[in-house]
């Protein structure tokens, strides 16, 4: 079974960083996709970021654009979304999702984690 875990999540200052770690696990191909949703309280779920493991190409929202970005960590099984120049508005529970392809990510038909909280204050 593929599982995933979160972790990294916490409450930082507007203009300060977080690094969100995925761990992911079961798969025994290593050609995956893994993305980033949050939800803010009373919104929906929003994708954020993936990532495609074969070639490691990424993509991202216009909202955090320039400012996230997911990279593979140290552990060659989790990958980290490092998040930079936070803002209030990104205040939200954050998810990790994964599937084999990116396509099936992004429309939320993946496996999810149990989530992760950032809060951003002002």
């Known amino acids: 079974q593929v599982q995933l875990v979160e972790s990294g999540g916490g409450s930082v200052q507007a203009g300060g960083s977080l690094r969100l770690s995925c761990s992911v696990s079961?798969?025994?191909?290593?050609?995956?996709?893994v993305g980033w949703f949050r939800q803010a309280l009373g919104k929906a779920r929003e994708w954020v970021a993936r990532i495609y493991t074969g070639n490691k190409l990424s993509w991202y929202t216009d909202s955090v654009k320039g400012r996230f970005a997911i990279s593979q960590d140290n552990a060659k099984n989790a990958w980290n979304l490092q998040m930079n120049s936070l803002k209030p508005e990104d205040t939200a529970m954050y998810y990790c999702s994964t599937y084999f392809d990116c396509v099936t990510v992004v429309r939320g038909g993946g496996y999810w984690g149990q989530g992760t909280q950032v809060t951003v204050s002002s």
């Open positions: 079961g798969y025994t191909d290593s050609r995956y996709c």
